[in-house]
């Protein structure tokens, strides 16, 4: 057993359910978490069952009770101090994620740095969760809103942000006033488990014994499905794929519960006539190997001038050859595993599909050994139905445009929604790519790559991306409720909208 494993907590057997700092329960099946590099078993999990399920479920909603009695600045005091034990976790941690998810240190560091960030806002905002006030149309009235604790939340994360994702919906909700119910992934429990036992520690601190940050690993059928189910849990943000969300949705739909969905994306960089080459590169670059494309802000598609193509062809190409391919713990290595054998047989079922949809593989798209891949560069004529769809692995699909009005179409004409960006040094190609006729994702960068989101602004994106928002800006306003109050401080009962009803 490595030793950043003994001091994040992870034993050889660990139990897969916990509600407050000694409820660490896991009586349901056992899984096993497996190195996507090596295929060697890391640790056991036990997943929690039913009725564990309810014992958690119950203690979050009872510990919520108190915990939104509890000022928010004090909420947010309290994630001050696990953004401090993150940092003094983050090598460990980083390692952890490195090792579970199988991408390359210095991204499993940026993953454990998006939590650290997200704590600061979030300690911050907990003296900002502001309402507005507002006129009111009768004399003597006050008309303002404020926002209260919405309840416990059920967050549901996916393999690739095992950490951050967490982070961005636990930390921003706990302030809110919530308490949280969290169902990782079940390919990366051992990142979750670490995480718990940080913030347990920092629960003891504080003589919060019970569920305000609670952990409940099962696979989707059970827990997840429980939790989407469940009419005590008025908010389910879940981040994964299309058809998980659907799901989701559909389930919280039924009892008329909320959700945050942030599912897939299909990302495209448009290379312009205009574009600045020493810019568009790196960030196409990191865009589409960074995790080895298993983002969901992963570049997938290079929409790219006639006049550009030849040379960026020639540029990407020399770029993906020097690309080391590897121990995701090794410093050199740029690009790890994928996450198991079904994504790399996803990655090459798409690549058979690529000749007889018209398109011809340029570069890579070869298995190496166990789950390590070749990136592939793939050109096609334009977004023919395996470019539609998110193959999560780093398959780059390019197809040339003749202007930038096409481009923007092609960009838009796919079912998600999620980043997109423009490489141009034209204002006018800018402006209009982030004008109302322009990209249609929830982020829109210029000469900026897809990935690599900053905490700060709202993130989540359009169409079958499923238009939740989570992090910054005022995204928390998802994980509160809402409340109109109108004050009469006068002795007259005048009614709205001029209403005479005294005759
Ligand atoms: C995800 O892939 O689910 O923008 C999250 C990025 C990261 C987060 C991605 N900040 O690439």
């Keep these: 057993m490595h030793s950043f494993l003994n001091n994040l907590g992870i034993k050889k057997e660990n139990l897969g359910g916990c509600y407050g700092i000694d409820n660490w329960v896991g009586y349901g099946e056992t899984i096993i978490s497996i190195n996507p590099a090596t295929g060697e078993p890391i640790a056991k999990i036990r997943l929690i069952d039913e009725g564990e399920y309810n014992n958690i479920t119950k203690s979050a909603c009872s510990t919520f009770k108190k915990w939104r009695e509890l000022p928010a600045p004090k909420r947010g005091e309290i994630v001050r101090q696990i953004g401090n034990a993150l940092r003094k976790k983050k090598e460990d941690l980083s390692k952890l994620v490195s090792l579970e998810t199988g991408k390359i240190y210095t991204e499993g560091q940026g993953e454990v740095q998006e939590a650290i960030d997200i704590s600061d806002f979030a300690c911050g905002l907990s003296r900002q969760l502001y309402g507005n006030t507002m006129p009111s149309e009768r004399q003597s009235h006050r008309l303002y809103e404020q926002w209260h604790p919405l309840g416990s939340v059920g967050i549901i994360t996916a393999f690739n942000f095992p950490v951050a994702v967490w982070g961005w919906n636990a930390l921003i909700a706990s302030v809110c006033g919530d308490t949280t119910i969290w169902k990782p992934s079940s390919k990366v429990p051992l990142c979750a488990i670490a995480v718990q036992h940080i913030v347990n520690g920092v629960l003891a601190d504080n003589g919060w014994e019970t569920g305000v940050f609670c952990l409940a690993c099962g696979d989707g059928k059970t827990v997840g499905s429980w939790i989407s189910k469940d009419p005590r849990i008025p908010l389910v943000s879940a981040t994964g794929s299309v058809s998980m969300g659907k799901k989701v949705a559909e389930n919280v739909a039924k009892r008329l519960g909320k959700t945050i969905l942030e599912l897939g994306g299909n990302n495209a960089v448009i290379v312009s006539e205009h574009a600045n080459m020493d810019l568009t590169l790196p960030a196409i670059l990191f865009g589409a190997i960074g995790t080895a494309g298993q983002r969901c802000t992963s570049l997938r598609r290079v929409l790219v001038h006639s006049s550009r193509k030849d040379d960026l062809i020639t540029r990407l190409i020399k770029a993906y050859s020097s690309v080391e391919i590897g121990d995701p713990l ?8 994928l996450i198991d054998g079904r994504a790399v047989s996803d990655m090459m079922m798409a690549l058979a599909s690529v000749e007889e949809q018209g398109g011809a593989i340029i570069y890579g798209g070869k298995r190496l050994r166990g789950n390590f891949v070749e990136p592939a560069i793939v050109e096609v004529p334009g977004n023919v139905p395996i470019v539609s769809k998110e193959t999560f692995a780093p398959i780059l699909y390019i197809i040339e445009y003749s202007d930038f009005d096409e481009a923007v179409q092609l960009q838009n004409e796919v079912p998600q929604g999620l980043s997109s960006a423009a490489f141009t040094t034209n204002l006018t190609e800018a402006e209009y790519f982030l004008s109302c006729s322009g990209s ?54 005048p009614l709205s909208q001029g209403i005479d009803f005294s005759k």
């Excluded at 994106?461 to 238009?467: A, H, M």
């Design 330 to 337: 090794d410093p050199d290595v740029r690009m790890g595993p």
């Design 440 to 493: 249609d994702c929830g982020i829109a960068n210029i000469n900026v790559s897809t990935s690599g989101a900053e905490i700060g602004g709202a993130f989540g994106g359009e169409k079958e991306t499923g238009g939740g928002r989570e992090a910054g800006s005022d995204a928390w306003k998802a994980y509160m409720r809402r409340q109109t109050v109108t004050i009469n401080w006068g002795n007259k009962m």
